[in-house]
Every structure is written in C-alpha cells, then in structure tokens.
C-alpha cells in the first residue's frame, strides 16, 4: 500500500499525530490550571539577559510550553500541511517541561497547603479513607492522566519518523 500523495509527495498524518490535536488542548489546560496562568503573559524582550529571572518562574516555563502546546494543536489539526522535522521540533521543545511540570505542580502545591488545616481535615466525616494515599509511592490519578498524555507525543514523533522512513517529508 502506498503511503505517498504522488503529485505533491504529502503524505497522509499518522492517527497517532491526529491524535495530538485533542491530547495537546488537554496538557495545556492542566498546565493553566496546575500552575494558574493567565490568559496572556508578557515576555521581557528588552535585552538578552532579560530571559534569566523570566525563565526561572514555573509558571514562565509553562507558559512557554503551553505555547508550544497551541502550536502543535495546529499542526495536529487535520488539513495542516506540517513536516517530519518541525512536528520532532516541537516535541523535544516541550519535552523538559512536561516531564517537570507533574514535580513542580506538587512541589507547588505543597509549599501552599496549609498543613495544619490538612492534616485537621484528615479526621472530619468528608474525607473518606480511600481517598488517601497510604504509601508515599502510590500513584496519583491525575498525575498519571497527564503522564499518558505526555507519552501520546512520543507515539506521535515514533509514528511519523517512521511514516517518513527516518526522512524529512510533509504531511497533511
């Protein structure tokens, strides 16, 4: 079966790149609630050192990969001429941040828990047993969800290397 357009040499998205186009709009609204982004943030242009503070603010690094996240949103969109390069581009961008964010989200979380109030909730009559941990090493739900998404971009980059045969091409 031949996988090439022959007039244009486009070759068709892989459904594993279809699929990115809902799995990229959920990470990014975990990501704006996980780390309270807002609807527009400003980047300081003003001189090359201007990145430094910027850049170490979580919530710059997310904003910055919920960025990369609206551009590949686009290229997973159906009818999107994209390319075996920019979509691994994109990919290897957001790679580091989203295998931060879970960590950072936690870390963050944590430093603004009131434990006093949380550990005083622990024995009122709402919290059932079962909806706490009983092992630091037991896997959190939500964390897990945006774990698998995050995978969904490997699948993705896998699926059209080898769509392309290791080769630079178009897709749509």
Do not use: C
Not at 32 to 60: C, G, H, N, Y
Not at 62 to 69: D, F, G, H, I, V
Not at 84 to 90: G, K, L, P
Not at 135 to 154: C, K, N, R, W, Y
């Amino acid at each position: 079966m031949e996988n090439t357009d022959e007039g244009s040499g486009i070759i068709p998205k892989p459904d594993e790149l279809l699929a990115l186009h809902s799995v990229s709009k959920r990470l990014f609204e975990t990501l704006r609630d996980w780390f309270d982004i807002s609807k527009e943030v400003t980047i300081d242009l003003q001189e090359i050192d201007s990145a430094v503070i910027e850049l170490s603010s979580p919530e710059m690094i997310m904003a910055m990969a919920m960025r990369k996240l609206q551009a590949l949103h686009l290229l997973a969109t159906p009818g999107v001429l994209t390319s075996t390069d920019i979509v691994i581009a994109i990919v290897n961008d957001l790679d580091r941040a989203l295998l931060q964010a879970p960590s950072m989200y936690l870390e963050r979380e944590a430093g603004r828990t009131n434990w006093d109030i949380a550990f005083a909730q622990m024995g009122d009559n709402e919290t059932h047993p079962e909806d706490i941990p009983t092992t630091a090493s037991e896997p959190d739900p939500i964390i897990e969800e945006f774990q698998v998404h995050h995978e969904a971009l490997h699948h993705a980059v896998h699926a059209i290397v080898q769509a392309s045969n290791g080769e630079i091409r178009y897709f749509q």
